[in-house]
């Protein structure tokens, strides 16, 4: 099906350890997002890809690594996981920059023990 | 840093009735978007409103932008069970290349 998709949808982990998380869109789409949702701060931007092997950092970058070698997905990976990066992580692309709407995904929410 | 800041933080109204959302921003932008989510997805695009235009409609949706004030509002009319959802304004970065930024949103409960 096209779309844009997110896995897993929950992850439970311990502080420490490395985590990826998986987009895949289906849709050719240029540009590629990686917001985290928290309670009391909306969606915060982490990454955003222009195109493939095109990566830039968003509002809270730090602890978080991303690589974008083929232009439909869009890999994010915790380093060595902590507690205060508990969140919901959504995944978002669209066609081209300027007056554009984003397509989510469903979402990933990770849980740091 | 939040752009977008929507007021009310919820809202509950009855089935039938129009729910009216607000959303203020702080810098000069070229579009607004709004945006719904329902529990445990993704968000879904609604609308966008670029800069220039001061209404836009889609179905029982209706947006305002007044650049001058720096603020939109989201109004939904003859509200469903199924409009119970956040709603969330969004505005882009930068020359929208780089993301969007979000307000903290309005959580919306249609009362049956």
């Known amino acids: 099906d096209a779309g844009i998709t997110q896995s897993p949808r929950y992850k439970i982990t311990e502080t420490g350890r490395q985590v990826t998380l998986m987009c895949h869109q289906t849709?050719?789409?240029?540009?590629m997002f990686w917001y985290r949702q928290d309670l009391g701060h909306g969606l915060r931007l982490i990454y955003y890809s222009a195109a493939a092997d095109i990566t830039d950092k968003g509002e809270v970058p730090d602890g978080y690594v991303v690589s974008r070698s083929k232009t439909e997905n869009f890999p994010l990976t915790l380093e060595s996981a902590t507690r205060s990066q508990t969140s919901v992580y959504f995944c978002a692309s669209n066609p081209a920059e300027g007056n554009q709407p984003q397509h989510f995904g469903d979402g990933t929410r990770l849980s740091i023990l | 840093s939040q752009q977008g800041e929507e007021d009310p933080q919820a809202l509950s109204i009855q089935e039938g009735e129009n729910a009216t959302m607000n959303c203020s921003y702080k810098t000069s932008i070229n579009n607004l978007q709004w945006y719904r989510q329902n529990s445990g997805r993704g968000l879904v695009h609604l609308i966008l409103i670029r800069s220039n235009e001061r209404e836009k409609h889609s179905g029982r949706l209706r947006v305002t932008l007044d650049t001058s004030k720096k603020s939109s509002s989201l109004l939904i009319t003859a509200s469903r069970a199924a409009d119970t959802a956040s709603y969330f304004c969004?505005?882009?970065?930068?020359?929208?290349?780089?993301?969007?930024?979000f307000g903290k949103g309005t959580h919306l409960i249609i009362q049956p």
């Open positions: 969004a505005t882009p970065k930068g020359g929208g290349a780089d993301g969007l930024t």
């Open positions: 849709w050719s789409h240029s540009y």
